[in-house]
T-cell receptor
Framework: AQTVTQSQPEMSVQEAETVTLSCTYD???????LFWYKQPPSRQMILVIR??????QNATENRFSVNFQKAAKSFSLKISDSQLGDAAMYFC?????????????FGTGTRLQVFP | DGGITQSPKYLFRKEGQNVTLSCEQN?????MYWYRQDPGQGLRLIYY???????QKGDIAEGYSVSREKKESFPLTVTSAQKNPTAFYLC???????????FGEGSRLTVL
């Protein structure tokens, strides 16, 4: 069974600095999708970024980028120029591309604090 | 604007009572999901539905029930059989080829 591991329960960063959140996953499949979700204090989950496993290029969305290492099964999220509004729980998630019905599997999350 | 609406946002229940959480979407998505979130445990899948009139159990379905009579609606009933129902519940629908989830704002259930 696939698993997603986020080994950092909490992280902190100074405003305007860069922080990297770690995520590893376990799968025997070669075709899948990876996601990072943000859950601010309002509790609504928001998609931050998505990576298709068949793409070698790392996904980027404004200040958010990923470091996707397929062989190492690693999918870290880098937040550049951190802002106070980035403070939230961040969840890494995996979905197999094998079947449309395959479900998202979430990690346990990393709480990010941003200090002024 | 398209989105997912969950209600109520906060709900209090006495032990032994069934409660129903509402989830409505106007995104025209076929698949919908219910997750439970507890501190330190991430999201756990309760039930999901790929299409109207069909649904499947997730990882923690015991003590819960759902229905999917309309594409737009996927209500979750927390029954008295659920031993520890106090939690935050999130409803989601699936979009796109990648199957990313689009979430509602959640419902917090507290059992008194």
């Amino acid at each position: 069974a696939q698993t997603v591991t986020q080994s950092q329960p909490e992280m902190s960063v100074q405003e305007a600095e860069t922080v990297t959140l770690s995520c590893t996953y376990d799968t025997s499949e070669s075709d899948y999708y990876l996601f990072w979700y943000k859950q601010p204090p309002s509790r609504q989950m928001i998609l931050v970024i998505r990576q298709e496993a068949y793409k070698q290029q790392n996904a980027t969305e404004n200040r958010f980028s990923v470091n996707f290492q397929k062989a190492a099964k690693s999918f870290s999220l880098k937040i550049s120029d951190s802002q106070l509004g980035d403070a939230a729980m961040y969840f890494c998630a995996y979905r197999s591309a094998r079947h449309e019905s395959d479900k998202l599997i979430f990690g346990t999350g990393t709480r990010l604090q941003v200090f002024p | 604007d398209g989105g997912i609406t969950q209600s109520p946002k906060y709900l209090f229940r006495k032990e032994g009572q069934n409660v129903t959480l509402s989830c409505e979407q106007n995104l025209n998505h076929d698949a919908m999901y219910w997750y439970r979130q507890d501190p330190g445990q991430g999201l756990r899948l309760i039930y999901y539905s790929q299409i109207v009139n069909d649904f499947q159990k997730g990882d923690i379905a015991e003590g819960y029930s759902v229905s999917r009579e309309k594409k737009e609606s996927f209500p979750l009933t927390v029954t008295s059989a659920q031993k520890n129902p106090t939690a935050f519940y999130l409803c989601a629908s699936k979009r796109g080829l990648a199957g990313e989830l689009f979430f509602g704002e959640g419902s917090r259930l507290t059992v008194l």
